[in-house]
């Protein structure tokens, strides 16, 4: 259709819309409100040049509903708007199913006719950025170069070339694939840098032993909210320890301990002839499990009560609340293998649970195999001496760690028996004092050494368990324990197997 014969057609269809007959004028709505179509089909209220199928009807005589009259404009009652609202399905590519329509220019009124072809993208086929034609123009070359010769043309202005920038240049045509990315770097052993992130810093998982230790602190352990001296301050929490007893005097010769002191401290008892021989010493560390050593568990005579909470052995009235408990499984290290004095550990499980109160509470085990202190402390109710009768009293003695290759050293003519085959070795340990005057003596085998918590001196870490010596308190005659860091996992296997 040419020019002349579209100027022709679109000023009969806006003279007749003009004045419209009153049964075909809906009630005056502006541009976009909804409409109903003489189908009874719902409609969008369009500009006539914006309804194909309006004008289609309108060349055919048949007048659409009008919905108001927009500066000489009818704005009618548009049923494909509706179905573009709706029912407008995307296609995953170029199909034959058109939802743009070309345009034609018609006196600032755009006219709409269906696509028709099937090959080339809408942008193109439809050219909907064409702009008015200007004059030719060369390109223009920019002078600021900075010596580089690629020169390179500014973008022309639309008008200039053939066709359009956009349909010369096609930005909208589907791009290749970009390439794969490149494969990952092959992975290098790196140094570890001195400050690594605290991002990439792997930190490992809490033992079991340790988030124990923690739970059993919390009875002697106060928190107290403090305010620092700034603006806006928020309250900081600090744990305090909270029991009769903030730190251990190390003397010598065993000084008798107070009442609530070691409250983790347990007696093995044994029975004989009808009576019961108090001959070793052990830990609480769980509610139904005693720490000792293997020997004090023989297989012949092994114990079958454990006191807990006590203080005098004889005496009942120095304010203790001791508790008995039955010995109803022993669980001796499977590498124990006397007369040798490794693996020197058992445990000891007890009839029924611990109650834990102010007397009686589990001692923390020690996870390490270093030490930041030289000190450590002893207790039992072992002989206070050489060839002395033990102790009723539970005795508390500090001694100094011994380093393990000069413990070696002083062992090493015990190295020819089979009791010491092979040396001190890394999971036993040595304390005393090399001048002689304090030490663990008979009685108090089984019984622990032990250190405080750092940030919690009510808490004791058992660091070893007394295993065996030479001569109590004698010159260059330290004690050997059985060092427990290295016995942590099979402990956490037996006494906390489903935690």
């Given amino acids: 259709m040419n020019p002349n014969a579209m100027r022709r057609n679109f000023i009969i269809i806006v003279t007749c819309f003009l004045v419209p007959r009153v049964d075909i004028v809906a009630a005056q709505k502006t541009e976009g409100d909804l409409c109903l179509l003489k189908n009874g089909n719902v409609g969008i209220c369009q500009q006539l040049t914006q309804c194909v199928t309006a004008v289609h009807k309108a060349l055919q005589g048949d007048r659409p509903i009008v919905c108001s009259i927009k500066a000489d404009m009818p704005i009618v009652c548009c049923g494909e708007a509706i179905q573009n609202v709706i029912q407008r399905p995307k296609p995953s590519q170029f199909t034959n199913e058109r939802y743009f329509l070309d345009t034609v220019t018609y ?101 079991m032993s340790e988030i124990k230790c923690n739970e059993y602190s919390r009875p002697v352990t106060s928190t107290i909210a403090a305010l620092p001296l700034v603006p806006a301050p928020e309250p ?175 062992y090493k003519m015990d190295e020819t028996t089979k009791k010491l085959g092979n040396g001190i070795v890394p999971s036993m340990m040595c304390a005393g004092e090399l001048e002689g005057g304090k030490d663990t003596c008979q009685g108090d085998s089984g019984g622990p050494i032990q250190i405080t918590r750092p940030n919690n001196r009510c808490v004791y870490n058992i660091i070893g368990i007394t295993s065996f010596g030479k001569f109590c308190a004698a010159k260059n005659a330290p004690g050997v324990y059985t060092r427990v860091s290295s016995y942590v996992p099979w402990i956490e296997n037996i006494v906390w197997p489903e935690e």
């Fill in 107 to 207: 006196e600032n009124y755009p006219i709409r006719y269906p696509r028709q072809d099937d090959h080339e993208p809408w942008w193109i086929v439809e050219k909907p950025f064409v702009e008015a034609p200007v004059a030719p123009q060369k390109p223009q070359f920019s002078n600021n170069n900075n010596g580089n010769n690629n020169h390179k043309p500014s973008r022309p202005n639309s008008g200039t070339l053939h066709s359009p920038w956009w349909i010369a240049e096609r930005p909208f045509t589907s791009a290749s694939l970009p390439p794969p990315p490149p494969p990952p770097p092959t992975k290098q052993t790196l140094k570890p840098t001195t400050q690594p992130s605290p991002l990439n810093i792997r930190r490992p998982t809490q033992k």
């Fill in 236 to 410: 900081i929490h600090v744990e305090i320890p909270k029991c009769d007893f903030t730190s251990v005097q190390l003397i010598v010769g065993g000084e008798e301990t107070k009442l609530k002191e070691f409250p983790h401290m347990a007696a093995l008892g044994y029975y004989e002839n009808g009576n019961i021989d108090w001959k070793c010493g052990g830990s609480l560390i769980s509610k139904y499990f005693v720490l000792t050593a293997a020997h004090c568990a023989p297989r012949n005579n092994p114990p079958t009560i454990a006191r807990l909470g006590d203080l005098n052995l004889k005496l009942s009235n120095e304010g203790a609340k001791p508790v008995n408990y039955l010995v109803v499984n022993i669980i001796r290290h499977p590498d124990y293998k006397p007369p040798a004095k490794y693996n020197d550990i058992a445990l000891l499980k007890l009839d029924r649970p611990v109650e834990f109160n102010e007397f009686i509470r589990p001692a923390c085990l020690y996870t390490r195999d270093t030490f930041d202190i030289n000190k450590t402390v002893a207790t039992g109710w072992g002989q206070i001496d050489f060839a002395e009768k033990k102790s009723d009293v539970l005795l508390k003695v500090g001694i100094s760690i011994i380093d393990n290759k000069l413990c070696n050293e002083l």
